[in-house]
Each structure stands twice: as C-alpha cells, then as structure tokens.
C-alpha cells in the first residue's frame, strides 16, 4: 500500500474529488507464524512501541495483538492530560520526554493528534500547599522545565471564575506549567497505528492473548492467542488494567491492583475554561474540549474493578468537588460518564522492565496518569525490548524496586493502590 | 453497590472503607525478605471473584470478610471477619 501523506494539498486535492480518495489509515493484518517482537495490547503504548521499534531501533518484525479494537481500552477514554510537573528525580526525566516528544509528535507521524499546549494550573488552598507547590516547581526548574508559581491575583486574570473566597477552600495561588496541555486520545492511537503500519508493522485486531509458548527451559517464546500460536523472539506487555490477568498466565504476581476510573463530559459550551485546572483541596480536574464539552473526573472509586463502570457516590463527590470550585460549571448538563480500567502500583510509579521470565518483558503499572507517558513509554520500552537495557530516562521503573525499597512514590502513600 | 452487612443490614457502599484483597496471609517474622515483600507488594488482582476486606467505618465499624466478583461488582458474600479468625 502506498502511504498517503496527509498535507493541505492532499486535502485540497480530495475536496475537489468528493474525497473518494482516502486510503484506509493502516493495515489491519492477519497474524504471521513468528515475529521478532509481539507486543501484547493495542492502546497508545503498544503501538507507540511497535512505532519506535521500527523507526528508532531498527527492529521490522513486530506485531501488536489487541483483543479488541485498537484504542478501545484507556487509550480511548482517558481525559487526555499531558504534563510533566513531577517532584521527584526518578519521575521528571522521563515525562519531560515524554513532554518533548508530543511537541513534535504531529510532524513526525504526519497525523494531526490535536496536541494542545493550553497549560495546567494546579490550585493551592493553604501556605503549606503552597509550599509544597513551590517545592515541586522548584524540582521541575532544577531538571530544565517550566514552572511557575502564581499567586491569586495572578489566577484571577487567568480564570475569575473560581470560587476564590471560598469559606473551606480559598485559593492561595497555584503552579502553572505552560507547556502541559491536552491532545486528542484516540488521534494519538491512530497515529501512532498508521506510522508503525507505514513501517511494516502487523497491527492484530480481534486476537485475545491467552496463554505464552514457552520452551523446555521456561523461556517465553511466543503467545497463545484466539487466533493461533504466534511464535516470538521477545514479548512485551503493554495492557494497561489486564496486566494482571496476562502476568498470570507466565505465574507472575505483580505489584498491581485494578481500579475503575470514571471520567465525565458535559453539553457543550462556549469557550469558558483555559486550560487544564485542577482543584487541590481534594481530587478534582477539568478542562474544556475543542467541541465545547467540559471533561472532568476526580478520585478511583477505590475498590478493585475490571468492571469499566463505576458508581454513583464518586459521581456526588466529582459533582460537589466541581461545586466547590468553580459552583458556575453547576448549570452545565452532564452528557455522558463512562469508565476504565487503572493499572494501579503500589507506589503509584509504572514499571517497564524485563520480568524474571527470559522473553517476557512488562510495561504496565501507569495508574491514571499513562496518556501523557505514550510517547515517551513506547521509546523506553522499545529502547528495553531492543536492546535489553533500560532506557536512561526510565531507569527506575525497575519491578524490582518492592523488594529494595526504592520506590517510587510521588504521594507518600505507602503500599495502598487506592490512595495513590 | 450496596453491601449486605451483618449487623446493620443492606447500606451503601460509601459507608464502608476498602481495605483490599484478604487471600494472602502474613508470613511468620523469619520467612525472609522475599515473603515480605511478596505478602506488603504482591496481589494476586483476580478478574472475578476475589475474597477482600471491607470496613464499616460509619455504622457498626465491624471487618468484614467479603467475595465480590471484580468483573461484575456483584456481592457473593458479607460475613464478620473476626468469625473467620481473619
Ligand atoms: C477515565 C480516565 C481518565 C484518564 N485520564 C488521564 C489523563 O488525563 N492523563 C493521562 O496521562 N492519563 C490518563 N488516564 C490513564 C491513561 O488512559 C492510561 O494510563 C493509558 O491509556 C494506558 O496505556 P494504553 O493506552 O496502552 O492502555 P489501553 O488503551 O488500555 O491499552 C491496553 C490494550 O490491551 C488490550 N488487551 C488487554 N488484555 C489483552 C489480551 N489478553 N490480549 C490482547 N490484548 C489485550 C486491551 O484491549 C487494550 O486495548 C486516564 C484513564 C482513565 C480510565
Ligand atoms: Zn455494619
């Protein structure tokens, strides 16, 4: 198949040819007898890997194998946050990656994925909030990224219509990264889909993993799958909530519990919100689509799920969190709600590793934060899967940072999957 | 969800507290690190009915020893776990 480059030009062209000229984006391939790489799972992460395999480490031979549809898992219900205001040493690196890759992520995969550099503005509602905020900011400035600290006269220009006199939760200040934003989700899982197609990877819909091949020694060298045995030099997992549940099939049992996140989206509305607020006085978040809709979320329900629904008392928190910051959003209807399935960590940090299975390699853990990781979580696992080492960057998304000690845990949590 | 307590009958969930998974138990204090860290870090995360511990925080603050179907969200069974020794 010949790629179709997507320009102006190609579009103009397709205008005055009722657009009868469009090329299905990617190759939807049946399954070969062996590969190189088989990536398990078809959400930004597997196919971000398949991508970088092929263009950054050399490595054609790849599969990816969704048992659904590709982007059908979190990839396509996420509330497409990107950002890299970390604290800690271990974490900032690598999102700032991850950060630098999605301003450049259209140009290189020719594909518009609606990045949006609208900026994040975490609110502050005590001196020791702040002090935290400035302590954060300060660690992103340290590592070479942007952060600035605001105070409340500076977040009332950018957004006057927070509650700022609020009698529980006044507003102090908040930091600001300029460069986070949001990107379109499923966008990025088609992109990176077309590119790694262009590259001669086989993306596998409709195939459900369901077993490893291993050889006498106890290497993985291949997947059992709904359509076939599908013979491999070297599997990775990228299945974000089944983690799990795949990791059992080679008897692993992981850091990991499965959580369902909900996520929400009213009516559409004119331009009211700027970017991307979040409340710090509990756990609520909100920015505004390019349609108009207002997409917010909050809390896990904080029970284990693979259900991808949820119930109703995070509803009433999300919607008494919304009130309490922004009580003008309370006029605006609630469109839809929906849910996926968190891989939570037990430090809240994700893991891309080799596992102590030869052949098997893992990507997983991303909690509710893995949208604004996919480019850069495709490089290292690719960079790990290529050339067995890990990637710089992601160093410390070693499995084996339980047993140390060394975790990594932005929150201070301690080893609950449902406070991270 | 509403959870079906012992004491205090069926109430929502939001009454209650999760506390997780209750299939591993605490492996004696000379198993070694790598019990330790299996028992505090491992989980087994079943897809369908897991047995795990609730805490009824805002009434008869009882543990309860609960199986609920992950996949479903369905309650199969409510009772005290103090009566399981658990
Ligand atoms: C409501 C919500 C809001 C979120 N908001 C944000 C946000 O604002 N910013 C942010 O950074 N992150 C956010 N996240 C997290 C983010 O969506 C995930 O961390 C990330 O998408 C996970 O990586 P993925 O895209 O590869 O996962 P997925 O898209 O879930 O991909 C995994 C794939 O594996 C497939 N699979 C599973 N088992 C098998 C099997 N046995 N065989 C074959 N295939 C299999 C699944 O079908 C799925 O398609 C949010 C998540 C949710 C649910
Ligand atoms: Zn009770």
Known sequence: MERQHYSLFTLARQALTGHRGWQPAWRDAAPQDRYDVVVIGGGGHGLATAYYLAKIFGVTSVAVIEKGWIGGGNAGRNTTIIRSNYLLPGNIPFYEHSLKLWEGLEQDLNYNAMVSQRGILNLCHSDEQRDAFERRGNAMRLHGVDADLLGPAEVRRMAPFLDFDNARFPIFGGLLQKRAGTARHDGVVWGFARAASDRGVDIIQNCEVTGFVRDPSGRVTGVETSRGKILAGKVGMAVAGNTSRVASFADLRLPIESHVLQAFVSEGLKPVIPGVITFGAGHFYISQSDKGGLVFGGDLDGYNSYAQRGNLPIVEDVCEEAMAIMPMVGRARVLRSWGGIMDMTLDGSPIIDRTPVPGLYLNGGWCYGGFKATPASGWCFAHLLARDAPHPVAAHYRLDRFASGQLLDEKGAGAQANLQ | ?86
């Not at chain 2, 009958?9 to 939001?14: A, E, F, L, T, V």
């Not at chain 2, 198993?31 to 897991?50: D, L």
């Not at chain 2, 609730?54 to 309860?64: D, E, G, I, T």
Request: with cysteine; charged share 20%.
């Open chain 2, 1 to 86: 969800m509403i959870i079906s307590c012992p004491h205090c009958g069926p109430r929502d969930s939001s009454e209650f507290y999760f506390r997780g998974e209750a299939t591993p138990t605490r492996p004696e204090y000379d198993a070694g690190t790598a019990a330790a860290t299996g028992y505090v870090y491992g989980r087994i995360n079943p897809a369908g009915p897991q047995k795990e511990h609730w805490y009824h925080a805002a009434a008869c603050r009882s543990w309860l020893l609960v199986e609920r179907d992950t996949r479903t969200h369905k309650f199969l069974s409510v009772t005290l776990a103090s009566e399981q020794g658990r």
